[in-house]
DNA sequence: AAAATATATGTTCATTTGTTCATATGTATT
DNA sequence: AATACATATGAACAAATGAACATATATTTT
């Protein structure tokens, strides 16, 4: 049986990787939203405040500020106070790389 | 007000490409299941057929097959008939690069 | 210190999603 | 053709999710 010996193998692997692969379903479960990739795309392009995201996407305050709170606790955005404003940012250049990623497929 | 019209072009920039990215939210929902990952992920290194995960998933045949289903609704695997079973395999290699990519944010 | 402004939080509700169970479909083997 | 085997499908149900509403918190401006 040489090819169930190679999909134990993959089963062992797999099963190694839990958490790991636990993990990268929890962050795409972040992009799997179109809110929260609108606000993400937006971002890639300038830092925005709340009210700015709230007015252009045409949601609640409440809801971008929620979105903003599970970005922000995956690590994709950081956030400052600017003034009266708290200014919404990328956290690191991941985000535009994984979207970027993810339109290739698309547009394909 | 310098950055208001920067903003009000990101506005539009999104408004335009709206359809794009709510398939882009789509796309990443397929990956945001840890069950669907961990197939695709075990697909990248060999073609299995839905006993085999099956078992190896340790769940249902049955929700392999739904699993399965809407991985191939979304074109990221395919299947073919062998004998008796059914093969799955990666539709093509952006899978693969979309795995990888989310990987690198989570293992920094 | 009070009022105004901006953001965050708690709660509720409707919708979506993933799994299991039962069963149907389809192919291979006898 | 009948049986066994592998996969697909449908229904039901529990859990998760996203939005809105009401309200709390925090900072700035007067």
Redesign the interface.
């Known amino acids: 049986m040489e090819n169930q010996n ?2 134990t193998k ?2 062992e ?2 099963t190694r ?1 839990n958490e ?10 972040v ?4 809110t ?3 606000i993400l ?2 971002l890639t ?2 830092e ?1 405040c709340v009210g ?1 995201i709230s007015e ?2 045409d949601i609640t305050q409440s809801a971008v500020s929620h979105q903003l709170r599970t970005l922000k606790a995956s690590s994709l955005v950081k956030s400052q106070r600017k003034g009266k404003n708290i200014v919404y940012s990328l956290a690191d250049e ?1 985000v535009r ?3 970027d ?8």
């Open positions: 190679a999909i993959i089963k692997a797999i990787n790991v692969l636990d993990a990268l379903a929890d962050l795409y479960k992009f799997a939203d179109s929260r990739v609108k795309c937006a392009q300038s925005m700015e252009f996407l991941h790389t994984i979207i990623c993810g339109m290739e497929h698309i547009t394909e």
